[in-house]
């Protein structure tokens, strides 16, 4: 897989399946950080991505919408972590 | 010069004058051979002294075969996802075949489709599960439809709705009405070879891809990759010809009379050997040439074969290459039909023609 | 029969044709630089072929590469476009040594601007619009991108252009040589327009990518120049792009340091007098697009 960052977006290359995808600020920042990830404790995760850290804050970062990226990006194969909690 | 005589002799390759190669790059474009040239070319040496412009148009089309790989691979994935649990094992043929198997077959070649091979029994099931999956017959005429499932080998082909990528699903390597070669999957099956690096999937014997192949190109009438087809035969000869495949050439014999494909064999080591100058052994040879038609009926193949076989370009026709091509069009409806059926279903073809010609004229 | 031999950027055309409309479009829109003797090799040969039953009645010509047609046949009256937008596609379908993109390029200062649109958008008549106002042609259709260096190599061609267009150019640059207008086909009514002499005159001369503008012409609006997602113009890039699949990392490479290197925006337009000297304006006194507005 190879991936550029663009402002606050990824755009991911699939290599096995050839696709390319363009993730919003959301699944750009739920990819880099559950990638290689087998399992992930949401609320942790929510909490990281809560946190202000540099740049603009992330939209949409309510936990529903951390799992929703997160099945998303189940979905078109680029991560296979599973949820842990909720 | 000519795309044949570089084949033969690939030596010549880094000797050529742009002007050669202002023949040679259309006439193996046109034959779908322009990657497999580039390997060729690549293998020696000196290739970085070949001019810049014959090498871009090479490399460029590597890059389109690479991509071909890429994507069989993917799709064979993917078709094991659907089927593989009622077949078990899949066995894939010819392009496919060659790639999972990793052979020099597979090398510089473009992939239409893929094609697999499916005991009669299981046809139902398979075709059930790929069209769930989102696979579905193209438009096609009820005749043809019928044409297919009752006369052919395969069912029509098989196209996935969101990728285009289309399965070909063989149930024999011959058509049921063929009037030579017993080659169900049944008779194959017991003979598949597993492959081990890609589990879940075989390969035929060597000896039946040879007389696939074989057969596909001689029996079916079908030259726009005559070429190409008959490079294909030449790497799987020379792959399995040589030392590392042991008692190769004597099963190969044996297993051509076996299922009743002598003559295709003979053609295809004949021509092999005469245009892409493939090493035969001469006892292969001689034990083969049992097999050559009448004499009369060898020179008209060798006349016809010559001009089907030839680059798929103008620079490579005469007068005599549409009336070749259509006697061998003949004859292969012939081979696979009895007569019975063959009369009716030109005559179903041409007025079909005809109906598409009026129609354009009036358009 | 007419054997023509034609230079389009770093690619050498043979055209054999008996077709007067082609070889008449050959002698009024291309540059003499650019038709050339026979050379030793071509890198490709098309033909443009009139089908002998059609000759006489509602005549059609068809293109040809290597004697293969990738095309139905149109009428006779289009075989002049036929040629170009059959150029096109063969430098399309094989020229993977660069990553081809679906834009129109015009340069300006050494850096490039490219115009990515479906048709209709209303590209090509800002692109010819540039074109005769002092920006450089590379190419109307096609932008090649060559790996590597991520520069923009030119093709220079007859710009192809559509129904009210035709006219707006013919006000806008009296001098340009514009062929005749053929109609009736889908895409309407064409005309092409002859490349500026000093566009030919640089035809080896690659350029740095530097905006990207997707273009709309909409009567009546203010123009408008809005930023866009570089993210999602990647992915959309890369879906019109010919090639973009075929080249895989390559490309994902390529399309990375073209989106990286470049401001990108949505541009809407009414006055094409008005939209160049925006372009220029930009060009010349180096203003991110984020400052450009409108």
Avoid at chain 2, 153 to 169: A, E, N, S, Y
Wanted: hydrophobic fraction near 45%; aromatic fraction near 8%.
């Amino acid at each position: 897989m190879r991936t550029r960052r663009f402002d606050d977006e990824d755009v991911v290359l699939d290599t096995y399946s050839g696709e390319t995808h363009c993730l919003n600020p959301l699944a750009s920042a739920v990819f880099e950080r559950v990638d290689g990830m087998d399992v992930v404790d949401l609320p942790s995760l929510c909490e990281i991505l809560a946190l202000p850290g540099a740049g603009k804050p992330i939209p949409d970062c309510t936990p529903e919408g951390i799992a929703g990226a997160i099945a998303c990006l189940r979905d078109l194969g680029l991560v296979r972590v599973e949820v842990d909690g909720s | 010069m000519s795309l044949p005589l570089l084949l033969r002799e690939p030596g010549r390759i880094t000797r050529l004058t742009l002007e050669e190669w202002d023949d040679v790059i259309p006439q193996a474009r046109s034959s779908g051979i322009l990657s497999r040239l580039a390997t060729l070319a690549q293998a020696d040496k000196d290739y970085w002294e070949l001019p810049e412009p014959p090498r871009r148009h090479m490399e460029a089309d590597q890059l389109l075969a690479a991509k071909h790989r890429r994507d069989v691979l993917y799709e064979l994935d993917r078709i094991y996802e659907v089927v593989g649990g009622v077949l078990g094992t899949i066995v894939l043929l010819k392009g496919a075949a060659y790639l999972a198997a990793d052979l020099p077959a597979s090398e510089g070649r473009t992939f239409n489709d893929i094609d697999i091979l499916v005991p009669e029994d299981r046809l139902g099931a398979v075709e059930s599960l790929l069209q769930l999956a989102g696979w579905r017959t193209g438009e096609i005429h009820p005749y043809d439809d019928t044409f297919y499932r009752r006369w052919m080998h395969q069912i029509p082909p098989l196209t996935h709705g969101g990728r285009r990528t289309t399965i070909d699903v063989h149930h024999s390597l011959v058509p049921r009405t063929a009037r030579v070669g017993a080659v169900t999957a049944a008779h194959l099956m017991g003979r598949i070879r597993r492959l081990p690096d890609r589990p879940g999937f075989a390969v035929l014997a060597p000896e039946d891809m040879v007389l696939h192949s074989a057969t596909h190109l001689f029996n079916e009438g079908e030259f726009g990759r005559g070429l190409r087809d008959l490079t294909d035969l030449d790497l799987l000869l020379s792959h399995f010809g040589n030392a590392g495949f042991w008692g190769f050439w004597p099963r190969l014999v044996h297993r051509a009379e076996g299922v009743g494909l002598t003559r295709p064999l003979f053609y295809a080591l004949r021509y092999c050997a005469r245009l892409l100058g493939t090493a035969v052994p001469i006892e292969v040879e001689e034990s083969v040439s049992r097999f050559r038609p009448p004499w009369p009926i060898l020179r008209a193949m060798d006349f016809a074969f010559a001009r089907a076989l030839a680059p798929d370009h103008k620079s490579c026709r005469d007068g005599w290459t549409e009336p070749a091509l259509f006697a061998l069009y003949v004859r292969s409806h012939y081979l696979r039909m009895p007569l019975h059926l063959l009369v009716p279903h030109l005559v179903r073809k041409a007025t079909r023609r005809e109906a598409y010609h009026s129609a354009e004229a009036s358009a | 029969m007419a054997h023509l031999f034609l230079r389009t950027g770093p690619f050498t055309v043979h055209v054999e044709t008996s077709c007067e409309e082609v070889i008449d479009g050959v002698t009024l829109l291309y540059d003499p630089a650019c038709v050339l003797r026979r050379p030793a090799f071509c890198d490709y040969h098309v033909q443009i072929w009139q089908p002998p039953l059609r000759r006489h009645f509602r005549p059609q010509a068809v293109f040809l590469f290597d004697g293969h047609a990738p095309f139905l046949p149109g009428p006779r009256r289009h075989a002049s476009p036929m040629l170009e937008w059959g150029m096109n596609w063969v430098i399309a379908t094989t020229a993977h040594q660069f990553l081809i993109v679906h834009a129109a390029v015009v340069e300006r200062n050494g850096l490039a601007l490219v115009l990515p649109a479906p048709p209709g958008s209303g590209k090509s008549t800002l692109c010819a619009g540039l074109v005769f106002r002092g920006w450089r042609l590379l190419s109307d259709e096609l932008a090649l991108l060559a790996p590597g260096t991520g520069q923009i190599i030119p093709l220079v061609r007859p710009i192809s252009l559509k129904n009210e267009s035709i006219d707006v150019i013919r006000r806008f640059a009296p001098g340009a040589t514009i062929g005749p207008a053929t109609m009736g086909s889908t895409k309407g009514t064409i005309a092409l327009v002859k490349p500026p002499s000093a566009s030919i005159a640089a035809i080896d001369e690659p350029a740095t990518p530097r905006w990207i503008a997707f273009p709309r012409f909409q009567s009546g609006a203010a123009l408008e120049l809005t930023p866009r997602s570089k993210a999602r113009t990647f992915v959309e890039l890369g879906e019109s792009a010919m090639n973009y699949n075929i080249l895989g990392e390559t490309g994902f490479n390529v399309m990375s340091d073209l989106i990286e290197r470049c401001d990108i925006g949505d541009f809407v337009y009414s006055n094409l007098d008005e939209a160049v000297s925006f372009f220029t304006r930009i060009a010349d006194e180096a203003i991110p697009f984020a400052e450009a507005g409108s």
